[in-house]
């Protein structure tokens, strides 16, 4: 679990496949490994990724050909935000974050707005009815607030602190991004689902 709160931007440095998955090397010194060990979680780009070796600067993680068809940005040496799994006693600044990518989206727009800037982007069909207006969504693992919906097209504003310390100051119009939705909105659907069924 996560919170969407990005502890550092780290490199993928050498990709090496394995079958129809790949390894990746991830250049991690500014996250701080010390207290990371083998099978330990670190989210990157969003996803949930398990820690197979490390160092002091790098650690290395198996990506599945499944996570590599539904995600991003995992298969070439880009930078990545990183964030080390939530413990009970850490401070939940974002919101809860699983890892599990819900689909990929576009970048529409991103443009200043003052000392700002405004995030556009659209969302897979089948995920929009989840995104609400003044709710969360993680974008590339960053937990941010949603200002406004059109159809299947939604916006966020980013502060100066979040575009300097994560990957967002290298996205353009036609950037693709790891979009996972609010948890609690698939429980409420599940229990609409549920109590619709029981009522018939």
Not at 40 to 49: F, H, K, Q, T
Not at 56 to 61: G, I, L, S, V
Request: charged share 20%.
């Amino acid at each position: 679990m996560f919170t969407g709160i990005i502890q550092a931007v780290g490199q993928i440095d050498a990709i090496t496949m394995s079958g129809s998955d790949i390894k990746l090397s991830i250049q991690a010194a500014n996250l701080g490994l010390d207290d990371v060990i083998t099978g330990d979680s670190i989210a990157v780009n969003g996803v949930c990724l398990t820690v197979t070796q490390l160092n002091k600067t790098h650690f290395e993680a198996h990506v599945s050909k499944e996570t590599l068809s539904v995600t991003v940005g995992l298969s070439s040496k880009n930078a990545v935000n990183l964030e080390k799994a939530l413990r009970l006693q850490d401070r939940l600044g974002g919101h809860l974050v699983s890892g599990h990518v819900d689909g990929v989206g576009n970048v529409m727009q991103f443009d200043q707005a003052g000392d700002c800037w405004l995030l556009m982007i659209r969302a897979p069909h089948e995920i929009s009815k989840y995104i609400a207006k003044k709710g969360s969504i993680c974008v590339d693992g960053v937990s941010l607030t949603v200002n406004l919906i059109l159809q299947d097209t939604f916006s966020m504003n980013i502060i100066p602190h979040t575009l300097e310390n994560t990957t967002f100051k290298h996205l353009k119009i036609g950037s693709q991004v790891n979009l996972e939705i609010d948890q609690i909105a698939r429980y409420v659907e599940r229990m609409t689902e549920w109590t619709n069924t029981d009522a018939a």
